[in-house]
């Protein structure tokens, strides 16, 4: 790495969008007044550099801790506002929310609803089966019969 300006660089391409254009000047931000923080306190900035190392790791790093925060900031407002355990479905515009106990339940009988759907049809269909197949045995005996 040549110097901070290539540094810096670097790391708004690592970032650019993949985290938002706030988070991503916040960032540049913090690290370029990092560097001159670090300067004033008599660090050289190849010193620097190397402290912080590959901007391309660093922008890794960052990315992962975004994802965390942003998982645990979900978890603490579903817990805050009693979303914990719920589930959301989204049909077209419309998001229907309700606890997890309550889908499970819904799912087991529309499992159930098919389920005895096929058997009714098996069962109106079975009297048919039966007649074709006995049908079929009958002429199959008399085309024996009269050989």
Do not use: C
């Amino acid at each position: 790495m040549k110097d901070r300006f290539e540094f810096l660089e670097k790391l708004r391409q690592s970032l650019a969008g993949r985290i938002d254009a706030g988070t991503l000047q916040d960032t540049v931000n913090y690290y370029q007044e990092y560097f001159e923080i670090q300067m004033r306190s008599g660090k050289s900035e190849q010193e620097i550099l190397e402290q912080l190392g590959d901007p391309r790791l660093l922008a890794k790093t960052i990315l992962q801790a975004e994802q965390r925060s942003s998982t645990v900031q979900k978890e603490a407002y579903e817990e805050a506002t009693g979303e914990e355990g719920k589930i959301h479905f989204h049909l077209g515009q419309k998001q229907i929310t309700m606890p997890r106990w309550l889908a499970i339940i819904l799912g087991a009988i529309g499992l159930v609803l098919i389920v005895v759907v096929f058997f009714y049809a098996f069962w109106l269909l079975l009297p048919i089966i039966l007649v074709t197949t006995a049908i079929g045995l009958m002429v199959r005996i008399l085309k024996d019969l009269f050989r």
